[in-house]
């Protein structure tokens, strides 16, 4: 299906599915392909570039001048959408929760050298930053400017369509390859990144089951709100909305490294050189390893939506 929606483009499409023989060998495991989204080519953005396509695409026809968004201070999508901003020639406005440390991360450095404005909220409650961009927004537009306003991580209906496109890339690669997976695993913490391959796998027509390795919150507190993202989605774009799974894959809780994320990086480190941040890909491959574990026979596959700022500050 083809979806007629604004979009301003930034990654490099389609990006390569790869096997990981190596990585196969290593675990005994079953088929693993890897979706490298971390090499969408834009800004270090990962998948993150694909929501934002999207996004900036509807700002751009609306007239938007300013993009207004916000996350945590190591977070992937504000540097995204600072250089997409750049890109679109509009500027951008980043509210970051808690307190400005003395060192910046390296996600919020690069935001700041695209050339975006950051706030602080002063409070360690991420559900306050989105809030904030809200008011945010009224405050510029009281100003004279038009801003477009999205929460953390993407995470409105126009954003979830970029998911929707990448899972029919996946599904026309694998359809290609003839791999027919059991089950495509990704990091979730907004939930756009699920919300939108759930939409777009069930639109496909493909079998495949689409597992969330839950980072930030609660398998049960995240669900409905991604399910209601995905059928918001799906309504955009009058479609039906499709199944989606959760897995608890916070540890220590977000942004706090797990013990399993940690082996699961040095594991695909070391057998196929990829890059996996300890916040997010560390924790969703740790899934996969676990899936192996279990004696999982179908094929996987994982997809590495980035994080690289992330993965080589932890190194
Ligand atoms: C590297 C990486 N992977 C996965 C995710 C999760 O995506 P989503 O917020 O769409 O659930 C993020 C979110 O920032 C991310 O930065």
Known sequence: MGIDLDRFPLAILPTPLVRAHRLEARVAGPPIYIKRDDLTGFAGAGHKARPLEF?????????????????????????????????????????IY??????????????????????????PDRARVDIAVVQVAIDLEAAGRRPYAVPRGGAVA????????AAQELAGQLDDAGVEP???????GSGTTCAGLAVGTSLSGTG????????????DDANEEIAAL?????????VESGPFELVDARGPGFARPSDAGERAAATALRTEGLLLDPVYTAKAFAV???????GRTGPIVFWHTGGILSAAAHL
């Not at 495949?208 to 398998?219: E, Y």
């Open 55 to 95: 996004i900036v695409g509807a700002a751009l026809a609306e007239g938007c001048d300013v993009l207004v968004t916000g996350g945590g201070p190591g977070s992937n999508f504000c540097p995204a959408a600072a250089a997409a901003a750049a890109a679109a020639g509009i500027g951008c406005e980043l509210v």
């Open 98 to 123: 808690g307190d400005e440390p003395t060192h910046a991360h390296p996600s919020l450095a690069l935001a700041r050298a695209c050339g975006a404005n950051v706030r602080w909220t002063g409070d």
């Open 158 to 165: 126009v954003g979830t369509v970029g998911m929707v496109v």
């Open 182 to 188: 059991e089950v495509v695993v990704i990091a979730s």
């Open 208 to 219: 495949w089951r689409v597992l969330g390795a839950s980072v930030s919150r609660p398998p």
């Open 230 to 238: 995905a059928s918001s989605c799906a309504t955009l774009l009058g």
């Open 288 to 294: 996969v390893l676990d899936l192996v574990e279990r």
